[in-house]
């Protein structure tokens, strides 16, 4: 497994597999690899013939205030787990790599990177996509895996991917979560042992809202406030709990089509979010 620190040195590594019609799959990343990383990682290890995991913790996507200099960096495991599981490359640039000479250029995706998130981040997803694309662009990549955990970042890259005609097949992947549901996260590490355990009530918070669709509820705001009811018991304050369309990201008012239940809400100070399918049609997926 190579490691490459430069634009140059990952572009030389991969012209040989590019030359030869490799399958190049991307896995973007900030690191402090888990579970639910390594599903993404092991996924493109098995379906193309050149894996190539991005760890960057990209400052742009951070706002003032923000975790940037305490986000979990654990760079010698990550790479111990990337060599173990088949990646062919990590690429894990500086910070002066990626953004030398002071960019002035800007990726918003009008519309859908406004609300839920995006409300309470102003700036954020504008950083994800100028750094997603850039990464496409480096990599130049035949397929990229997201997890559905980003839910809104999942929809807006591809969108982007979309608009910009960017050659790449946007992969969406599964939540992974851990024992008792809770969605895994790098920030998850950030949790005392009764955060830990009372965040697990946003899972349970999740289901619940499942079980009144699969019992025939299909009044969105009905949902929303028995969700709303639920989390208010475990969590310390919430950003916001939507039911929106998974294209648009718009909120629905009732569950005639397949929907996205998302929340976001903060447990202690550490900002956490999960989302779950809505299908009145299937009951519940
Ligand atoms: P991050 O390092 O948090 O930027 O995440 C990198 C990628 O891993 C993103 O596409 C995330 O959606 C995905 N990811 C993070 N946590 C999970 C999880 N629990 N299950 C599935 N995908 C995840």
């Not at 939540?175 to 790098?186: F, P, T």
């Not at 709990?241 to 996205?260: F, N, T, Y």
Request: aromatic share 4%; proline share 5%; glycine share 10%.
């Amino acid at each position: 497994m190579l490691v490459a620190d430069t634009i140059e040195g990952l572009r030389r590594e991969l012209s040989d597999p590019r030359h030869h019609d490799a399958r190049i799959g991307l896995v973007p990343t900030m690191g402090a690899l888990h579970d639910g990383h390594w599903a993404l990682i092991e996924r493109a290890v098995r379906e193309c013939d050149t894996a190539v995991v991005s760890i960057f913790v990209n400052p742009l996507q951070f706002g003032p205030g923000e975790d940037l200099d305490n986000y979990p960096r654990t760079r010698t495991e990550d790479l111990a787990g990337c060599r173990q599981r088949g990646a062919s490359v990590v690429f894990a640039p500086t910070v002066d790599e990626m953004y030398d000479g002071d960019p002035v250029t800007n990726i918003h995706v009008r519309g859908l990177s406004e609300g839920l998130c995006g409300a309470h981040r102003p700036g954020h997803f504008d950083g994800v996509c100028t750094v997603v694309c850039k990464l496409l662009n480096i990599v130049q990549p035949t397929v990229a895996y997201f997890g559905e955990k980003d839910f809104q970042q999942l929809t807006i890259v591809r969108r982007m991917v979309a608009d910009l005609s960017i050659p790449v097949e946007i992969i969406g992947c599964p939540i992974v979560r851990d024992h008792d549901g809770m969605a895994l996260s790098s920030r998850n590490a950030y949790l005392s042992a009764d955060e830990r355990r009372r965040a697990a009530g946003i899972f349970a918070a999740l289901a619940s809202g499942q079980e009144l669709v699969a019992g025939g509820e299909r009044n969105a705001d009905v949902i929303i406030r028995h969700v709303t009811g639920r989390l208010n018991t475990c969590v310390d304050t919430i950003e916001y709990v939507a039911i929106v369309d998974p294209d648009g990201l718009s909120p629905v008012e009732s569950l005639d089509k397949p929907v996205r239940l998302c929340v976001a809400c903060r447990v202690g100070t550490t900002r956490l979010i999960d989302n779950i399918a809505l299908d009145a049609g299937a009951g519940a997926v």
